[in-house]
C-alpha cells in the first residue's frame, strides 16, 4: 500500500482539512491549519507531499521523522501544523486497516469518555451569566471564557473589577461545581498577570490560561507565588522539544497541546506522557473541526491525565459553519452530562461529509485575526 494523493480544501469558518488516498483506496482525513495562516500551512503540506507519495502510509513514526528532521531547519508553528495535519490523516488510513479506532493502536482506551467544554462570551467577553446558563440548559458542566479585552503592560483596575464581575456572575448562576477556565489569551504582561490570578483566586477557576504569552514562560514561576488556581498553558507550543523545558521547571498544572499544532497524534500522546511523569495535567487545545477534535479524543482516550476536552461547538469563531457540519452523521459524537464518548469506529472514528466540504471548498475562506491596539495606539495582544 503506497500514498497516492494528498487534497486540501479550504472550508468555512477557517479550517483546512486534508484527505489523503492510497493506491487501494484507503483515505485518511486530517486537518493540518494554523488559524489565519490557512494558506500559509496548505502551502508546507504541499512542500511535504512530494516526499510522501509513494511512500508506505502505515509506516506514521518514520514518516514524522523525516517530516519534522529532514529539512535543517524545524519546528514552529507552520510545519508541525502541516506535519499534524498529514499525520492525523496517516492514523486514520493505519485505523481503517487494522479496522480499530486509533486509541487501540495507542496501548487501547483508559477511559470511556471526557469531559468536555463549551466557550462563552466571545472575544471581547460579555452576556456571560445568560451564556453560561445556555450551556447548563445544554447539559455541560464547565465552559471558558476570555478573561480580559486588550490590557496594556501597566493598566486600570476597572478592567480587572470587570474580570471579576463577570466571572462572579458565572460562579453565581453555575455554582460552587461549575468549572469555569479563564483564558487571559496571552493578553496580559506580568504585572497584571500576578494581580489577576490573586483577585481571581476565591472565585475558584478550573484554571486560568496562558497569563502571559508563551514566549515569556519564565514569568509563570513569579505568577504562581499569588495563586493557588491551576495554571495552563501550551497551545502555542509545539513538539515534545517546545515542551521540554515548561515541564522540567514545574510551573504549571496543566498542558495545552493542540494535536493539530503540536505535531499530530502520537506526538501529543507522548508530549502527554512526558506531563504525566512530571504529575502534571493535560486538557487538549481545540477551537477547531470535527477532524481535530476527533484526534483530540483519541489522545484523551489513552491518557490518563487528560480531564477536561476544549471543543469548538457554538464558539464565537464558527458563525456559518459549525462543528458537527461536516460529518455526515452529526451523532458522532454522542454528548451526555457534559462528557463526550469515544468514538467506536475504525481510524478516527468520523465519516466526513466529502461533497459538501467539496463544494464549500469552491468558495474557501480568508480568516484572519483581528488586530488590536491600547488606547495610547500601540499594539496590543489579541
Given at each position: 500500500?503506497?500514498?497516492?494523493k494528498l487534497?486540501l480544501?479550504k472550508v468555512?469558518?477557517?479550517?483546512l482539512?486534508?484527505k489523503?488516498?492510497?493506491?487501494d483506496?484507503?483515505t485518511?482525513w486530517?486537518?493540518?491549519?494554523?488559524?489565519?495562516?490557512?494558506e500559509?500551512?496548505?502551502?508546507a503540506v504541499?512542500e511535504l507531499?512530494?516526499?510522501?507519495?509513494?511512500?508506505?502510509p502505515?509506516?506514521?513514526?518514520d514518516?514524522?521523522q523525516?517530516?519534522?528532521?529532514?529539512?535543517?531547519?524545524?519546528?514552529?508553528p507552520?510545519?508541525?501544523?502541516?506535519?499534524?495535519?498529514i499525520?492525523?490523516?496517516?492514523?486514520d488510513i493505519?485505523?481503517?486497516?487494522?479496522?480499530a479506532?486509533?486509541?487501540e493502536?495507542l496501548?487501547?482506551a483508559?477511559r470511556?469518555?471526557?469531559?468536555v467544554?463549551?466557550w462563552?462570551g466571545g472575544?471581547?467577553p460579555?452576556?456571560?451569566k445568560?451564556?453560561?446558563?445556555?450551556?447548563?440548559d445544554?447539559?455541560?458542566?464547565a465552559?471558558k471564557?476570555?478573561?480580559?479585552e486588550?490590557?496594556?503592560?501597566i493598566?486600570s483596575?476597572s478592567?480587572?473589577?470587570?474580570?471579576l464581575?463577570?466571572v462572579?456572575?458565572?460562579?453565581?448562576i453555575?455554582?460552587?461545581?461549575?468549572g469555569?477556565?479563564?483564558?487571559?489569551?496571552?493578553?496580559v504582561h506580568?504585572s497584571m498577570?500576578?494581580?489577576?490570578a490573586?483577585?481571581?483566586?476565591?472565585y475558584?477557576?478550573?484554571?486560568?490560561?496562558?497569563?502571559v504569552?508563551?514566549?515569556n514562560n519564565?514569568?509563570?514561576?513569579e505568577?504562581a507565588?499569588y495563586?493557588?488556581?491551576?495554571i495552563?498553558t501550551?497551545?502555542?507550543?509545539?513538539?515534545?522539544?517546545g515542551?521540554?523545558?515548561?515541564?522540567q521547571d514545574g510551573?504549571v498544572d496543566?498542558?495545552?497541546?493542540d494535536v493539530?499544532h503540536a505535531?499530530g497524534?502520537l506526538?501529543?500522546?507522548?508530549?502527554?506522557?512526558m506531563?504525566?511523569?512530571?504529575?502534571?495535567a493535560?486538557?487538549?487545545?481545540?477551537?477547531?473541526?470535527?477532524?481535530?477534535l476527533?484526534?483530540?479524543?483519541?489522545v484523551?482516550?489513552?491518557s490518563p491525565n487528560?480531564f477536561?476536552?476544549?471543543?469548538?461547538?457554538?464558539?464565537?469563531?464558527?458563525e456559518?459553519s459549525?462543528l458537527?457540519?461536516?460529518l455526515?452523521?452529526?451523532?458522532?459524537?454522542?454528548?451526555?452530562n457534559?462528557s463526550?464518548?469515544?468514538?467506536?469506529?475504525?481510524?478516527?472514528g468520523?465519516?466526513?461529509?466529502?461533497e459538501?466540504?467539496?463544494?464549500v471548498?469552491?468558495?474557501g475562506h480568508?480568516w484572519?485575526n483581528?488586530?488590536?491596539?491600547n488606547?495610547?495606539?500601540t499594539?496590543a495582544?489579541?
Amino acid at each position: 500500500m503506497k500514498i497516492k494523493k494528498l487534497e486540501l480544501f479550504k472550508v468555512p469558518p477557517r479550517w483546512l482539512f486534508l484527505k489523503i488516498t492510497t493506491d487501494d483506496g484507503l483515505t485518511g482525513w486530517g486537518e493540518p491549519v494554523i488559524e489565519g495562516r490557512a494558506e500559509t500551512v496548505r502551502a508546507a503540506v504541499d512542500e511535504l507531499s512530494s516526499y510522501l507519495i509513494g511512500k508506505d502510509p502505515l509506516r506514521i513514526e518514520d514518516l514524522w521523522q523525516v517530516m519534522y528532521r529532514g529539512g535543517f531547519y524545524r519546528g514552529g508553528p507552520i510545519l508541525t501544523s502541516a506535519i499534524s495535519g498529514i499525520e492525523q490523516a496517516l492514523w486514520d488510513i493505519k485505523g481503517k486497516y487494522y479496522n480499530a479506532p486509533v486509541y487501540e493502536l495507542l496501548g487501547g482506551a483508559c477511559r470511556d469518555n471526557i469531559r468536555v467544554y463549551n466557550w462563552i462570551g466571545g472575544d471581547r467577553p460579555s452576556d456571560v451569566k445568560a451564556a453560561a446558563q445556555a450551556q447548563i440548559d445544554a447539559g455541560f458542566t464547565a465552559v471558558k471564557m476570555n478573561g480580559t479585552e486588550e490590557m496594556h503592560y501597566i493598566d486600570s483596575f476597572s478592567k480587572i473589577d470587570a474580570v471579576l464581575e463577570r466571572v462572579a456572575a458565572v460562579r453565581e448562576i453555575g455554582g460552587k461545581d461549575f468549572g469555569i477556565g479563564i483564558d487571559f489569551h496571552g493578553r496580559v504582561h506580568k504585572s497584571m498577570a500576578k494581580i489577576l490570578a490573586k483577585e481571581l483566586e476565591p472565585y475558584r477557576p478550573m484554571f486560568i490560561e496562558e497569563p502571559v504569552l508563551p514566549e515569556n514562560n519564565e514569568a509563570l514561576k513569579e505568577i504562581a507565588k499569588y495563586t493557588s488556581t491551576p495554571i495552563a498553558t501550551g497551545e502555542r507550543m509545539y513538539t515534545r522539544w517546545g515542551f521540554k523545558q515548561l515541564l522540567q521547571d514545574g510551573i504549571v498544572d496543566i498542558i495545552q497541546p493542540d494535536v493539530s499544532h503540536a505535531g499530530g497524534i502520537l506526538e501529543t500522546r507522548k508530549i502527554a506522557a512526558m506531563a504525566e511523569a512530571y504529575d502534571i495535567a493535560m486538557a487538549p487545545h481545540c477551537p477547531l473541526g470535527p477532524i481535530a477534535l476527533a484526534a483530540c479524543l483519541h489522545v484523551d482516550a489513552c491518557s490518563p491525565n487528560a480531564f477536561i476536552q476544549e471543543q469548538s461547538l457554538g464558539i464565537h469563531y464558527n458563525e456559518g459553519s459549525d462543528l458537527l457540519d461536516y460529518l455526515l452523521d452529526a451523532r458522532t459524537f454522542k454528548y451526555e452530562n457534559g462528557s463526550v464518548s469515544l468514538p467506536t469506529g475504525p481510524g478516527l472514528g468520523i465519516n466526513m461529509n466529502e461533497e459538501k466540504i467539496r463544494e464549500v471548498a469552491a468558495i474557501g475562506h480568508d480568516w484572519k485575526n483581528p488586530v488590536w491596539r491600547n488606547v495610547d495606539g500601540t499594539v496590543a495582544e489579541w
